[in-house]
């Protein structure tokens, strides 16, 4: 912000603006003004983060769909909200909700380890679900429900900006792409969300019950990767 800028917005604000009176002053006033942080910036992380905080409260207390009733925490998402890569899986599981996060469980240790090989970390992507509430009996979310919580995730996306979306598991890529196709029919390809692009994997999940898939996931892992160069 110059000079000029900064005194017509401390006099909009009603504060007596200081006017130096020789050159010498102004110079001095150009020096603190060089020290002054941006104010724009300031206003601009402000912003995220006041949207973030609204996001976050908007979810917490979200009764948009019957998940709200069964609940006993909606998971919003964590990692990093300047995240490179978004991960999107299904519903949060028991665990998932217990320790308020996506990758919970007994699939933890193989997802963090999906991340390794990428040379990624929880704490360097942002992880998400597709619905923000834990459906009774792990069952996949209905219609309804994606329906009702698809905004939150649009947000989010909108928000972080990442480079690139990993989808995880079939209801995750499904809703994402507002497809029926198997996972496997839109796996192996590079698909666009809002002009991101998005790569589909296996769950962790499926993986441990298949091994004879890791080999696929690490294909798709190898995708995703050319994107993150
Ligand atoms: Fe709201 Fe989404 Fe939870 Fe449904 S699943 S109650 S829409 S946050």
Redesign the pocket.
């Known amino acids: 912000m110059d000079n000029a800028t900064r005194l017509y917005c401390l006099k909009t604000m009603g504060i007596e603006v200081w006017t130096p009176r020789d050159a010498q002053n102004v110079e001095a006033v150009d020096k603190i003004d060089a020290l002054m942080p941006d104010v724009d910036k300031l206003v601009e992380i402000k912003t995220e983060q006041d949207t973030w905080q609204a996001l976050t409260n908007e979810?917490k207390t979200?009764?948009?769909?019957?998940?709200?009733q069964t609940?006993q925490q909606?998971v919003v998402g964590s990692g990093n909200l300047n995240a490179e890569v978004l991960w999107v899986t299904e519903?949060p599981t028991l665990g998932d909700e217990q320790q308020n996060q996506a990758f919970a469980d007994d699939r933890a240790a193989l997802f963090d380890e999906m991340l390794r090989a990428m040379s990624l970390s929880r704490e360097a992507v942002f992880m998400t679900h597709i619905?923000?509430?834990r459906p009774p009996d792990d069952r996949d979310?209905k219609k309804a429900?994606l329906a009702?919580?698809g905004d939150?995730l649009t947000r989010q996306i909108a928000l972080i900006q990442p480079k690139l979306i990993i989808s995880v598991g079939r209801v995750a890529t499904q809703q994402l792409l507002q497809s029926k196709e198997t996972l496997t029919n839109l796996r192996g390809t590079v698909h666009h969300i809002d002009a991101i692009p998005m790569v589909a994997i296996y769950h962790p999940a499926y993986l441990l019950r298949k091994l004879s898939a890791k080999s696929m996931a690490w294909d798709d892992m190898q995708l995703a990767l050319t994107f993150l160069k």
């Open positions: 979810i979200c009764q948009a769909c019957d998940l709200c609940r909606a519903a619905v923000k509430c979310p429900e009702a919580c939150f």
